[in-house]
Antibody, heavy 122, light 110 residues
Framework: EVQLVQSGAEVRKPGDSLKISCKGS????????IGWVRQVPGRGLEWMGL????????RYSPSFQGQVTISADKSISTAYLQWSSLKASDTAMYFC???????????????WGQGTLVTVSS | QSALTQPASVSGSPGQSITISCTGT?????????VSWYQHHPGKAPKLMIS???KRPSGLSNRFSGSKSGNTASLTISGLQTEDEADYYC??????????FGGGTKLTVL
């Protein structure tokens, strides 16, 4: 069974750096795009961007370009989302999700992680 | 790009049918047959319900169906069950590697 397991909840202060992870299993990690989705408390889902672990090709939503960095380590089947300087407005649940095999033809997310809650507060 | 527009809430009684709309523009929903729908029970991982406007994942109940007309996509749930109570999000490809989500619709099964 395909699984995406995300790292645990984090509490940080404004200005801190942070890297959260998403480990894929039971599929060929390098053959599927991995996307990141934000959910601010009480709000809807927002697309942040995605990475193809096979060659690290990365695309960002214009809203998140320059705000976060998406990366992957294919040797351990893990994708990452990181911030260099957190803001209170980054407080949210963050989900990773696997893109469909032919993502650029059918563009859906077929498996999701359980989410990582990031709380940024002084 | 702006988020796709969904009603904030819909409700129905067990056994009834409901439809959730998702309105975009000619640059996203209207331009691509790449609308997907996700069910989200708070605290759990979202779940794919419909892809490419109307395709159901293997094993998913045929009570769930999707359609599209112009810039508006729709998710219909027939034979409502209490376990269908959740948040539902539409999503459309919008070009250039971008996905747009709707604001979400809270389904209440009365």
């Amino acid at each position: 069974e395909v699984q995406l397991v995300q790292s645990g909840a984090e509490v940080r202060k404004p200005g801190d750096s942070l890297k959260i992870s998403c480990k894929g299993s039971e599929y060929t990690f390098t053959s599927y795009w991995i996307g990141w989705v934000r959910q601010v408390p009480g709000r809807g889902l927002e697309w942040m961007g995605l990475i193809y672990p096979g060659d690290s090709d990365t695309r960002y939503s214009p809203s998140f370009q320059g705000q976060v960095t998406i990366s992957a380590d294919k040797s351990i089947s893990t994708a990452y989302l990181q911030w260099s300087s957190l803001k209170a407005s980054d407080t949210a649940m963050y989900f990773c999700a696997r893109g469909s095999y032919n993502f650029w033809s059918d563009s859906y997310l077929d498996h999701w992680g359980q989410g990582t809650l990031v709380t940024v507060s002084s | 790009q702006s988020a796709l527009t969904q009603p904030a809430s819909v409700s129905g009684s067990p056994g009834q049918s409901i439809t959730i709309s998702c309105t975009g523009t000619s640059s996203d929903v209207g331009n691509y047959n790449l609308v997907s729908w996700y069910q989200h029970h708070p605290g759990k991982a979202p779940k794919l319900m419909i892809s490419e406007v109307s395709k159901r994942p293997s094993g998913l109940s045929n009570r769930f169906s999707g359609s599209k007309s112009g810039n508006t996509a729709s998710l219909t749930i027939s034979g409502l069950q209490t376990e269908d109570e959740a948040d539902y999000y539409c999503c459309s490809y919008a070009g250039s590697g971008i996905l747009l989500f709707g604001g979400g619709t809270k389904l209440t099964v009365l």
